[in-house]
């Protein structure tokens, strides 16, 4: 016994770098009968949209070189008079009233006409969007739009690969069993019929022309804000669309748009006209008892 107690740590250390290599070549093992994919990056990915994930909600600045940072806005901007229209309680409440019904009629829908529409009715839809409010008057928002038919068949390629793993993999099974009472699923056949997509883009920071960054504050809320009143005016315009947010596959519709990487895709939406035999979903909205609290 006293000939083993000097030998009892080696032969411990020992025993240890045997196990160790023991499991490392069977982990090697279980790798190698895995298959081989094209782009295994994609495999790990959570039910996040990773691209999505950043810090620039507030500032970007704090683990960058300040001197890519521009620092301050526009001094001494001015401040000029705003008189609104005002209207008497009447006409006040025929005015909500009919704004109300007119967005009550609006649906989500996936059979969209080929039938051209007129390129001002979507620039001006596009204005009425970039009227919305942003942090620090930033208008953080970039509204690409898609007409070319083979553009639109790359992204529906991309968009619907993606999906797909989305519905296999990342959604789970209650999301998909939720799912089935609208009917949908990762074909997205309006990507091609539709003429025009909107992608819109989210700017994390803006790039002024000398290189410099600026912070865009709550950029994602802001431009959250602009696709609603996009929503509302392509309605008002007789159009229709589906809301899309397409997962995990905002890298490669950034690289095929050749869009810079301070943009951020946050939603696609197909648009034209309904389809002669579109159909939606009977669904019911909440009365207005279950959204407001009066206090």
């Known amino acids: ?15 240890c770098v045997v196990i160790a290599l023991v499991f490392r070549s069977l982990q090697n093992r279980d790798s190698a009968s895995r298959p081989v994919s094209n782009n295994p990056q994609r495999e790990a990915r959570p039910w996040v949209d990773e691209d999505l994930q950043d810090d620039t909600e507030i500032s970007s600045k704090d683990n960058e070189d300040d001197d890519e940072w521009v620092e301050g806005g526009e001094e001494d901007l001015a401040h000029v008079p705003y008189t609104p229209m005002r209207y008497p309680p009447e006409e006040m409440l025929e005015r909500s009233q009919h704004f109300y019904s007119l967005l009550n009629q609006r649906r989500s829908v996936r059979f969209i006409s080929p ?29 690409v739009v ?18 797909e793993i ?4 990342r959604m789970g099974d209650k999301w998909v069993k939720d799912l ?4 949908t699923n990762w074909v997205k056949e309006y990507l091609d019929v539709a003429p025009y997509l909107i992608l819109i883009f989210k700017q994390a920071y803006g790039i002024l022309p000398n290189g ?20 509302a005016a392509l309605h008002n315009a007789g159009l229709v669309t589906v809301t899309s947010t397409p997962l995990n596959c ?8 050749r869009r810079p990487a301070n943009e951020k895709l946050l939603m696609l939406l197909p648009v034209g006209y ?16 279950d959204i407001v609290v009066y206090i």
């Open 115 to 143: 039938e051209p529409v007129p390129r001002a009715v979507i620039d001006n839809v596009i204005r009425a969007a970039g009227t919305a409010p942003s942090g620090a008057h930033t208008e953080p928002w970039t509204f």
């Open 180 to 183: 089935e009472r609208l009917r």
């Open 274 to 289: 309904a389809a002669a035999d579109a159909t939606v979903p009977d669904l019911k909205r909440k009365p207005l008892d």
């Open 250 to 257: 905002g890298p490669m519709l950034r690289a095929l748009l």
């Open 166 to 169: 989305n519905y296999r993999q």
């Open 146 to 163: 898609v007409a070319d038919a083979e553009t639109k068949h790359k992204i529906r390629l991309i968009v619907e690969e993606e999906e």
């Open 1 to 15: 016994m006293a000939l083993i107690s000097p030998l009892t740590p080696i032969f411990v250390a020992v025993l």
């Open 212 to 231: 410099k960054k600026k912070t865009h504050y709550y950029n994602e809320i802001s431009v959250s804000i602009a696709c609603g009143l996009l929503l």
